[in-house]
Each structure stands twice: as structure tokens, then as C-alpha cells.
């Protein structure tokens, strides 16, 4: 099982390295047990195939708007911002995707789901939390919830 722990995570993290157009720090990766709760913006796609799970792309709508600034050269606010937020993590678990097929690991994304306000997700045993510094733009947060 850690192997596969491994190939999901080395997969998003490569994933949203070579999605985003500048340099992402990526910071110790932390164990989260039966509930996330966020106060933010996050994505969600679900994983399904030889891996079942879901994916969640994480950050503040200031956050957000910075990184769509970088990619398309203006900041989005309100339906703008909530259908990149949908796009970016759409992107990013499609790649992620793509670089678990090179590991030997067939698996599909669902349509992306955009969250946003307080939110409290349970109903998983475990997941990955992965902080991603995105420089003066602020945090970006992976979220990989595992299914057994």
C-alpha cells in the first residue's frame, strides 16, 4: 500500500508542477484522519479505476486569482474565478492522471466540483495533506483521500 501512497502522491505533486507556470515549494506532506475542514476555495474530483479516491486542490479565492493572473495575465473574481478554480484542478487531476498511467496505474477523474465557505469533508478513513507555496501568491493545498 505505501506504494501506491507514493505513486499518488509523487504523481499530483509532479502534476501540479507542470501546471502551474512558476515554482512551487512543495512542504512535508501530513496524515489526516476522518475529517478535513477548510474556511476557503477547494476543488474536488473524485478518482475512480485501479485507484479510488478523491482529489482536492485547496486555497484562498485571493490565491486563486493570483495563479490565474500568472497564467492568463488578469485576476477573476466571482463566476470567473469559481469556473478556473473547476478548470485549474481539472488540469491538474487530469495530469496527475496521466503520470499514473507512466507508473502502470489505470485510472479516470470524474467532472470537477467546486467548493467554496466553510466546509467540513468526513466520511474517509485517511489522507495526504500536501502544502504547495506558490512564492508571493500565497498557499495551494493538495488533498488526497484515499479509498480502500
Not at 23 to 46: C, D, E, R, W, Y
Not at 130 to 139: C, F, I, N
Amino acid at each position: 500500500m505505501n506504494e501506491v501512497i507514493t505513486a499518488i502522491l509523487n504523481s499530483a505533486i509532479e502534476g501540479s508542477a507542470s501546471v502551474f507556470p512558476f515554482p512551487l515549494v512543495t512542504q512535508k506532506p501530513s496524515l489526516i484522519q476522518n475529517s478535513f475542514h477548510m474556511s476557503a476555495t477547494a476543488v474536488l474530483i473524485g478518482v475512480t479505476g485501479d485507484l479510488r479516491g478523491r482529489f482536492l486542490l485547496v486555497a484562498e479565492d485571493g490565491v486563486f486569482s493570483s495563479v490565474a493572473e500568472s497564467m492568463y495575465g488578469m485576476s477573476l473574481s466571482g463566476e470567473m474565478l469559481s469556473s478556473f478554480v473547476g478548470e485549474i484542478g481539472n488540469i491538474v487531476a487530469g495530469t496527475m492522471a496521466t503520470k499514473l498511467s507512466l507508473r502502470k496505474f489505470r485510472v479516470d477523474i470524474t467532472p470537477p466540483t467546486v467548493l467554496s465557505g466553510t466546509t467540513n469533508i468526513s466520511g474517509f478513513k485517511s489522507a495526504i495533506q500536501v502544502p504547495l507555496e506558490a512564492g508571493d501568491r500565497g498557499l495551494l493545498t493538495l488533498l488526497l483521500i484515499f479509498e480502500e
